[in-house]
């Protein structure tokens, strides 16, 4: 793995954290494998903790919002739980790093196709839609693919240009403004693979299950 | 572009790894938890676990590793998980939906289920609804007839079904199944490569990515089933008695021309 030191955060934090010590979050509000994402944190020494109720978020410095499931029903019960405003607090009033995953990347755009048109939490602007499948590209797109990194964005600091990644989606963003896009993936079509919009991050693959690559993308987004 | 998979299979049997021969022979060759970490420093693409134990008596001994005894299928898969950061698949003895998702929660990403989705082809749809089609796998022991065909085979292999392969995947897909485990009783430890016509048979029959198993004597046998159709390709066995198994595997499949993680 390839180590570099040039990690300069382009973030502002309007809160700063009362400790220096990072404190992460994942979302739990009952779809996607949180197992797996707090023991890659905790791999890289990261102090990870599922956190269910959206009061207990006060404390927390960089949030995960996982996902694997329909995009309307996971909004449904973003509502239900109450996680929608606490949410919105973290990443846009605090102004705190929040990172999307999969269907969690999905979540931050504007509206989603998936069966029937859904509002998402409409932080990013644009769309999410389904892959077009051809012959030779099936949907769901499962497998590890190789995602081309644009730009120096601090989730992507050490990483080469080139990287292979895990995905398992049928759906990806459509972002209005593709500036924010920082990594392409291209099967059957080219779609963004990975975000950044000020403080929100995002990545359509599973850095959690991408071996070095996702663990050092991991690292990368505490240092955030 | 889409990789290729090079996927090892590490079968458990009452808490200790196994080397597999025509479904019945099995050997002890270590610790099902060091044997991951391994792996993992490997880097792998996938990992496949199946617990293939038939009694529920489980003993990962004090052998020849630092690893403390488990005496649960789920505590190894807990252990497992926490050192494994590639995509893991469970499977063997899973028969309800608390059985999965006792396994989701303990960081499996995909199960396997085998006898009870034959038993119970509702099963799959009720599990692809649930926990999503991606996270299902329906394994498949294949074993083949006097007259050609294939036939699916439960229970270790030992029950017949009277189902023709081709007509069970197809089964299995339409009830929501996101991939297909494929194994052949009769090629399981042979060592002496896929059964290429299977693999065919399957791959032509379903649109999900089909994981090819057994048979895989040595790495070059790897390609035959990429050829066939298989998305991935598996190997229990030559994991275990060949030092560097996942570089030299994906270095015979790019030789094949074949694109692969490396």
């Known amino acids: ?224 | 572009m889409l990789k290729t998979r090079l996927i090892p299979v590490l079968l458990l049997k009452n808490g200790l790894l196994v080397r597999s021969e025509g479904f019945h022979t099995h050997q002890v060759i270590g610790n099902p938890v060091h044997e991951a970490e391994r792996f993992n420093e490997w880097n792998v693409d996938e990992l496949v676990y199946l617990d293939i134990s038939r009694d529920n008596q489980y003993d990962s001994r004090r052998d020849d590793t630092k690893v403390a005894s488990l005496t649960d299928p789920l505590q190894i898969l807990e252990r497992v998980s926490q050192t494994c950061f590639m995509p893991l698949t469970w499977g063997g003895g899973i028969r309800t939906l608390d059985d999965m998702r006792q396994r989701f929660a303990r960081g499996a990403d995909k199960i396997t289920i085998n006898s009870q989705a034959v038993e119970t082809p509702a099963l799959i749809s009720e599990a692809a609804r649930q926990f999503g089609s991606q996270a299902i796998v329906v394994s498949v022991d294949a074993k083949k007839t006097a007259t050609g065909d294939y036939e699916v085979m439960i229970h270790g292999g030992r029950v017949q079904t009277g189902l023709s392969v081709q007509d069970w995947v197809g089964i299995a897909e339409s009830a929501g199944a996101g991939e297909i485990f494929l194994q052949s009783l009769d090629q399981d430890g042979m060592a002496e490569g896929y059964d290429v016509d299977l693999i065919r048979l399957v791959t032509s029959r379903v649109k999900i990515p089909v994981v090819a198993c057994s048979g895989v004597g040595r790495f070059e046998d790897y390609a035959a089933g990429v050829e066939a159709g298989a998305s991935a390709v598996a190997a229990a066995n030559l994991w275990h008695f060949k030092e560097l198994a996942d570089r030299a595997g994906k270095r015979a499949l790019a030789k094949a021309g074949i694109s692969v993680r490396l």
């Open chain 1, 1 to 224: 793995m390839t180590q570099s030191n040039s990690a300069p955060s382009n973030l502002t934090r309007s809160t700063p954290l009362n400790s220096s010590k990072t404190s992460v979050g994942i979302v739990d509000y009952g779809r996607g494998n949180l197992t797996s994402v707090r023991n890659a944190i905790q791999a890289i020494g990261g102090n990870a903790q599922v956190i269910g109720d959206p009061a207990n978020i006060d404390n927390i410095s960089h949030l995960i919002l996982p996902g694997v499931g329909a995009f309307g029903e996971a909004m449904e019960r973003l509502h239900h739980s109450g996680w929608v405003s606490a949410l919105h607090a973290h990443a846009m009033v605090r102004r705190r790093p929040l990172l999307g995953i999969c269907l969690g990347m999905q979540l931050l755009m504007e509206s989603g196709t998936e069966h029937g048109i859904h509002a998402g939490l409409g932080w990013i602007a644009g769309t999410v839609s389904k892959l077009t499948s051809t012959s030779d590209c099936r949907v769901p797109h499962i497998g590890w693919n190789d995602v081309e990194l644009v730009t120096n964005s601090p989730l992507l600091v050490g990483l080469n240009t080139r990287e292979d990644f895990y995905f398992v989606h049928s759906y990806a963003v459509r972002p209005t403004n593709e500036s924010c896009v920082t990594g392409w993936c291209q099967q059957g079509e080219r779609f963004a693979a990975t975000l950044q919009q000020e403080n929100l991050f995002a990545t359509q693959f599973h850095p959690e299950k991408s071996q070095r690559a996702g663990l050092r993308l991991l690292e990368n987004f505490l240092a955030c």
